[in-house]
């Protein structure tokens, strides 16, 4: 579903399939022109003006045992990564759990929630990703940021870009629903940003945790090596490289 506005593509479809708007949700996606509520992880606010950005939300079942909203961030993170890789953007890296970067600068981010569909959870995945965004308009967002344009010189349409994503995510949910996130683990550890290196772990801007990224469980966690050798599991947080 295209729509040329939406508060925001992730609270539109999970109002649909807590409503019952919606009899089998699962591989319904819907993309907004325009945002005007845009959320990202830990409600932050996500901006998206007209063409700058393809905004979009993917709605996957989740097996009962495996209720795990991170590894699905972590999978249609692998998805987003190898189709910005195949557009010759060979730098795109994941960084944990949800952005997708360029050299350092995000391109892309992943927010993915769950609702309730008549007893059956369902995931809501809302992919953000900078298309046609210029120096001048990334300048403005208070992070570093990049865009496919940035990258590669070249003016994608939001629409050109979305099926080729839908394609991808399809494929690695399939895995992710069959197999479980081991099977999606190793491509994902292969796209990673900063395996080996020094990292910090914060919440709301205090550092909680230092040490050495050691890769990703079977269920998406984050393995960081503390100072003394000892191996922590990291669930939440936002992760700070030490370059
Ligand atoms: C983040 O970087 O924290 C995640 C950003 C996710 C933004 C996307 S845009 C489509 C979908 N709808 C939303 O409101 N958010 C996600």
Known sequence: MWFDELDSTNTYLKEKISSGALADPAGTAAAAKRQLKGRGRKARIWNSAEGENLTF??????????KDISSITLTAGVAVCEVLRELGIEQAEIKWPNDIL???????????????????????????LNINMTQQQLAKIDQPASSVYLETGICYRPEDLINTIL????????????????AVKKRWEELAFGLGLKIDISEDG?????????????????????????????YTGDVNWKL
Do not use: P, Y
């Open 57 to 66: 939300s993917f709605v996957s079942k989740i097996r009962e045992e495996r």
């Open 102 to 128: 360029c050299e350092g600068r995000k391109i892309c981010g992943i927010l993915c929630e769950t609702a309730d569909c008549q007893g059956q959870t369902m995931a809501v995945c809302g992919i953000g």
């Open 167 to 182: 394609e991808k995510m399809s494929f690695w949910f399939e895995i992710w629903l069959n197999e479980g996130f081991a």
């Open 206 to 234: 205090e550092i909680l945790k230092t040490g050495l990224f050691r890769g990703i469980t079977d269920h998406g966690a984050l393995v960081l090596e503390r100072k003394d050798n000892r191996i922590e599991h990291i």
